[in-house]
């Protein structure tokens, strides 16, 4: 019986090029003003990071060569995230989910399932998502939000970790992703899984899972409400 779905973001709820072509954007053409921003504490922070790893160098030109090597680097991360949160309060920035992904989630969650995220991005970031998207703030349908500090995504332990924060045991868990290894690890882990297939997103399909295309295929293939 499955009752918490544990979702990714990017090719599974949210297409890969709003993040691609907006979000990172967005950040890259944020950062030259924010990193001058000295009466900001996590500004200030994030530049005594670099500075720690890249003695002498730019903090700029570091975070423009992760950017360009899609590096997680923390310091980055902070900033990224201040870049998006003042795009989201402001309006620039609205995420556009796929249509399927509202009314799915709403479903599961008034039937009583539990939702959480597991994504690469910063849970902040997944709230600033998931807080200012076209269909509406979606952050109370979700219970839990999980990021990197859990573990990496293809890591088996990672799942189990957030299984035991969840209390729930990992059979009653299913995790919906686009990344085949991301699949793996929490099958690994004892999760359910299934792979989005996302047309737009040409995803290439993984044949250790089974496969939907939308949140609504999901719903079929595993008896959940819809």
């Given at each position: ?5 544990l979702?990714?973001?990017e090719g ?17 053409k944020?950062?030259p003003e ?5 009466d ?13 790893t890249?003695?002498g ?14 590096e997680?680097?923390a310091?980055l ?17 609205k ?14 969650h ?25 269909q ?5 349908l ?26 729930l045991?990992p ?17 690994q882990?004892?999760?359910q ?6 047309p737009?997103?040409?995803t ?19 008896s959940?409400?819809?």
């Amino acid at each position: 019986m499955i009752r918490l779905v544990l979702l990714d973001i990017e090719g599974t709820t949210l297409p890969i090029s709003f993040v691609r072509d907006v979000m990172f954007p967005y950040a890259a053409k944020a950062l030259p003003e924010l990193l001058t921003r000295q009466d900001n504490p996590k500004v200030v922070e994030a530049i005594a990071d670099i500075a720690a790893t890249h003695p002498g160098e730019s903090p700029l030109s570091v975070c423009e060569s992760w950017m360009a090597k899609d590096e997680k680097a923390a310091p980055l991360k902070s900033l990224q995230g201040i870049a998006w949160k003042s795009g989201f309060d402001d309006g620039a920035l609205k995420a556009d989910l796929y249509p399927d992904v509202p009314p799915a989630l709403r479903s599961w969650h008034d039937a009583g399932l539990k939702l959480a995220v597991y994504s690469s991005g910063s849970v902040q970031a997944q709230k600033l998502l998931y807080g200012h998207t076209a269909q509406g703030d979606l952050t109370p349908l979700f219970n839990g939000f999980f990021d990197l500090s859990t573990g990496g995504k293809k890591d088996s332990q990672s799942y189990a970790r957030i299984a035991e924060s969840m209390d729930l045991p990992p059979a009653e868990i299913l995790f919906l992703s686009d990344i085949g290894a991301e699949l793996d690890a929490a099958s690994q882990a004892g999760l359910q899984v299934c792979q989005l297939v996302r047309p737009q997103d040409e995803t290439i399909a993984h044949d250790g899972a089974p496969q939907a295309a939308t949140l609504e295929d999901v719903s079929s293939l595993f008896s959940l409400p819809s």
